[in-house]
């Protein structure tokens, strides 16, 4: 069961991504992962990729589908995966399918957690980070017992700069126009499913397990 997951932003994709992997005992895979994973373990990938990284710039398309290509290959990805946060333009998307090919393989399911502009910014205005220990929580959804004091140390708690609503309007303007393509490129695939991201977290877990059968 080869999975790629879709949406934007905070829209809550990594939280079900990891749900699945959970579920049906598959790896959940981030391209971040991967990078550290291969920079960390000296590999010639990880080299490459660094030498991208160390002068802030971007990992070619390239390079990261022969990672991606790379750690999906790997034994633990056997019975399928969860990829997260990749592909996220076209080009890397006919790149990963040409790859997957070669391979005999190809991407079973595209999930895409659907969720309005205006949910999101409103979402993600509600985060709140500690400084201390790093907790996350939400002024709605996960308050802390104590106004702006994280529960686990006690520290103060901050708005990050990336979920102030300018950013995250300027990260919503990237994806749709980088991203968002590829929700008709994997409908013309076949292999798109759409579930409604507004709703509580295991009402979308559970509609994206009816998707993938139990």
């Known amino acids: 069961m080869k999975i790629i997951m879709l949406g934007a932003p905070g829209a809550g994709k990594g939280?079900?991504?990891?749900?699945?992997?959970?579920?049906?005992?598959?790896?959940?895979?981030?391209?971040?992962d991967i990078f550290r994973a291969n920079i960390k373990n000296g590999t010639e990938l990880g080299k490459k990729a660094k030498t991208y990284m160390d002068q802030g710039l971007l990992v070619p398309d390239e390079l990261v589908v022969d990672?991606?290509?790379?750690?999906?290959?790997?034994?633990?990805?056997?019975?399928g995966y969860v990829l997260d946060g990749f592909p996220r333009t076209i080009p890397q998307a006919e790149?990963?399918?040409?790859?997957?090919?070669?391979?005999?393989?190809?991407?079973?399911?595209?999930?895409?957690?659907?969720?309005?502009?205006?949910?999101?910014?409103?979402?993600?205005?509600?985060?709140?980070?500690?400084?201390?220990?790093?907790?996350?929580?939400?002024?709605?959804?996960?308050?802390?017992?104590?106004?702006?004091?994280?529960?686990?140390?006690?520290?103060?708690?901050?708005?990050?700069?990336?979920?102030?609503p300018e950013t995250v309007k300027k990260r919503l303007d990237v994806y749709h126009e980088q991203t968002q393509p590829l929700i008709e490129y994997y409908g013309r695939a076949g292999v798109l499913k759409e579930v409604d991201g507004t709703v509580a977290m295991e009402d979308v877990f559970q509609a994206i397990v009816q998707i993938l059968g139990a």
């Open 15 to 32: 939280t079900q991504a990891k749900k699945i992997a959970e579920k049906y005992g598959i790896p959940h895979i981030s391209t971040g």
């Open 67 to 79: 990672l991606v290509v790379d750690r999906v290959q790997q034994s633990d990805c056997q019975k």
């Open 95 to 164: 790149s990963l399918d040409a790859a997957l090919e070669k391979l005999g393989e190809k991407v079973d399911f595209a999930i895409n957690v659907e969720v309005p502009d205006e949910n999101i910014i409103s979402r993600m205005g509600g985060r709140r980070a500690c400084v201390g220990c790093g907790a996350t929580y939400h002024v709605e959804y996960n308050a802390p017992q104590k106004e702006n004091v994280c529960d686990a140390c006690g520290e103060g708690l901050i708005l990050r700069d990336d979920d102030k």
